[in-house]
């Protein structure tokens, strides 16, 4: 797939460039990068520049992810990375992907990452046909969780050693989102699950 740009009210979502090495550098010596997502650890310049110059392209190109810089549009600043990730089951007759993202230490708590999820995640329905979008991260992630949350999923409850970090398989939150939570229509028609009645006491 062709990269594309996506734009917010604060914000540019476009492919990384070999120009936002040193910013990838200098996020990922955060400690909740580094416990929360899988880069490598430490975490060296020739990791960023093999990221931005190579990886991020040839994902676009192969349609293995695609993977959105995100920039101020008032100062180019680097806020973080948003990604449409696990594109395996994307055109199949699942029509599903996943969202992954992380933030530079400096650009939280300003509502950046949300804003930016929304925007990828409008796309996502609208342009590529998706029609399930997962969220997941690590039990404890609270951040990303909350991103997830102001983003529109729902949590749907906690995966098993669904997560490989550092060695270890960790327990996993997993989320998704539907473009009817948003108003939006799908191909495949939707038969939810029937509602089970309340159980009473017969005490």
Same mark, same amino acid.
């Given at each position: 797939?062709?990269? #594309? ?19 990838? *550098?200098?996020?990922?010596? +955060? ?9 490598? =650890? ?5 990791? /960023? ?5 190579? #990886? ?5 190109? +192969? +349609?293995?992810?695609?993977?959105? @810089? ?8 680097? !806020? %973080?990375?948003?990604?449409? !990730? ?11 992907? &996943? ?6 230490? &400096? ?13 990828? #995640?409008?796309? @996502?329905?609208? =342009? ?11 039990? %404890? ?6 991103? @997830? ?6 949590? &749907?409850?906690?995966?098993? @050693?669904?997560? !490989? *970090?550092?060695?270890?398989?960790? +327990? /996993?939150?997993? %989320? ?28």
């Amino acid at each position: 797939m062709e990269p #594309v740009t996506l734009t917010t009210k604060r914000l540019l979502l476009r492919p990384f460039e070999p120009r936002d090495a040193d910013a990838v *550098h200098a996020a990922c010596q +955060d400690p909740d990068i580094r416990r929360w997502t899988p880069v490598p =650890a430490p975490y060296e310049r020739a990791h /960023a520049e093999e990221f931005v110059g190579r #990886v991020c392209p040839e994902e676009w190109r +192969d +349609d293995i992810s695609y993977r959105f @810089a995100v920039v101020t549009r008032d100062g180019g600043a680097l !806020v %973080g990375s948003m990604a449409l !990730v696990q594109l395996a089951r994307l055109r199949t007759e699942e029509h599903q992907a &996943e969202l992954g993202y992380w933030t530079a230490p &400096e650009h939280r708590r300003r509502g950046y990452t949300g804003e930016a999820a929304r925007a990828v #995640v409008e796309w @996502a329905f609208t =342009a590529l046909g998706v029609e399930r979008l997962e969220w997941c991260a690590q039990v %404890g992630n609270e951040g990303s969780r909350a991103v @997830a949350l102001a983003a529109g999923f729902r949590m &749907e409850g906690i995966d098993r @050693a669904r997560i !490989v *970090h550092h060695g270890t398989r960790r +327990d /996993a939150w997993r %989320g998704a989102i539907l473009p009817s939570d948003l108003g939006l229509p799908s191909t495949t028609p939707y038969l939810p699950a029937p509602e089970r009645p309340a159980v009473t006491d017969p005490a």
